[in-house]
């Protein structure tokens, strides 16, 4: 039986908004900021709209976010230049690697003019970014080409089943699977890769997609898309997780690897969310993100910006931090917009503050209910991204 959490329709997905703390001292941008748990400061997911097109319930479920869900205003969203000035000052902090989220990102009018704006930013030492998208692949036949030509470098795109009867319950708006695939194929076309495909594994609704996921996928792009299994989590405050539903990651692998032999991978990267499997006749790889069994706060080294300027420090934040009165000022309050230096500091400060750890503590807890923790109203995945 699932739990029904009532939440005022106008504050559905956004938590609680937390004043951006004024500094007692600069932090100076030093490209290697550091939080509470010594976690550098590398990844920022920023959320370009709070709408999406898809109504999938471990996320945005339908009879939550219904046909007269109040979306933020447009004028509350952040400009393209709002969003790459603070990207900037981000690289300033470390960050090497933006992707952009949403809702459905591709939802956002005229998003390659954003990424056009991205494209040219550099890492604190120089290189160019990490730029890419999560997509749930609805308008990316259409989009891919003009998003790798205003210079996106990959994509993810979210895919939860090949039957096209599971997919279309999953999505929950009757949404075909033949049209998220040609949008893969649209952007392996496009140049957008290597590609990876993210597969949320909910016990009861598409466990028995696993397989047909990992033959389809080794089967059509000889190892050029990266199947990735996901770990239903205990996002926001909305999708009635139980415990009972979670797929744990070793059991993903146990089912594929019967049919495939696997070897381990190490991580392409630190701070990787993905535990990476390579098949071992050469099929390509395979990875599992394990929020719920193996949680990998540690190592996390990760922002994100929602679409009206919050900095969330953790996917299961109750809080962020508001961001746009610096970008923005406020002229009734004749309080000037901050400048670059102020709003990096500040940046800077909200992360040296940060000691976040959520998966981590929620493995300590016993049962469903301990395990959910206690009854703050986190941020919603469809307002932050995942
Ligand atoms: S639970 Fe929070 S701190 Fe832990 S890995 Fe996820 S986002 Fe990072």
């Known amino acids: 039986m699932r739990s029904e959490v009532t939440v005022p329709l106008a504050d559905i997905g956004r938590a ?35 709408r999406c097109n898809f109504r999938c319930s471990y996320c945005m479920p339908k009879e939550v976010f219904g046909k007269d869900h109040p979306y933020l205003p447009h004028d509350a969203l952040l400009s393209f230049e709002e969003i790459t000035r603070l990207a900037r000052l981000f690289t300033l902090h470390g960050v090497r690697k933006i992707r952009l989220t949403g809702g459905e990102p591709l939802l956002r009018k005229n998003l390659e003019v954003l990424v056009g704006q991205l494209a040219p930013l550099r890492t604190a030492d120089g290189a160019p970014l990490d730029l890419t998208l999560t997509t749930n692949g609805s308008l990316l ?4 080409r003009a998003l790798k030509a205003a210079g996106l470098d990959r994509v993810t795109v979210s895919l939860d089943g090949l039957d096209d009867a599971v997919f279309r319950r999953m999505n929950d708006v009757d949404f075909p699977v033949a049209d998220v695939l040609a949008g893969i194929e649209a952007a392996r076309a496009a140049g957008l890769g290597p590609i990876k495909v993210n597969m949320v594994v909910k016990r009861g609704t598409n466990e028995q997609e696993i397989l047909p996921m990992a033959r389809h996928f080794r089967a059509n792009y000889g190892g050029g898309v990266v199947l990735r299994f996901i770990e239903y989590m205990d996002v926001g405050a909305t999708n009635g997780w139980r415990m009972d539903d979670v797929v744990p990651s070793a ?20 701070g990787e969310t993905a535990q990476r499997w390579a098949y071992a006749d050469g099929g390509g790889e395979i990875g599992v993100i394990s929020s719920v069994t193996q949680a990998f706060c540690h190592e996390c080294s990760r922002a994100r910006l929602s679409t009206e300027g919050r900095l969330y420090l953790c996917l299961f934040a109750s809080s962020g931090h508001d961001l746009r009165p610096l970008l923005r000022g406020d002229e009734r309050q004749g309080v000037a917009p901050a400048s670059d230096a102020q709003i990096a500091s500040a940046i800077g400060h909200i992360w040296q503050g940060r000691s976040d750890r ?12 301990a395990q959910a923790g206690p009854a ?11």
């Open 251 to 270: 059991e993903v692998v146990q089912r594929i690897a019967a049919e495939f032999p696997l070897v381990p991978l190490e991580a392409s990267a630190p």
């Open 376 to 386: 703050v109203r986190r941020v919603e995945m469809s307002y932050i991204g995942g």
């Open 141 to 144: 036949a259409r989009k891919a």
């Open 358 to 369: 959520y998966s981590e503590l929620r493995a300590g807890r016993a049962d469903d209910a």
């Open 16 to 50: 609680r908004r937390a004043a951006v703390p004024q500094p007692q001292h600069d932090v100076p941008a030093s490209g290697s900021l550091r939080d509470r748990l010594h976690r550098p400061l590398t990844d920022l997911r920023i959320s370009v709209t709070d």
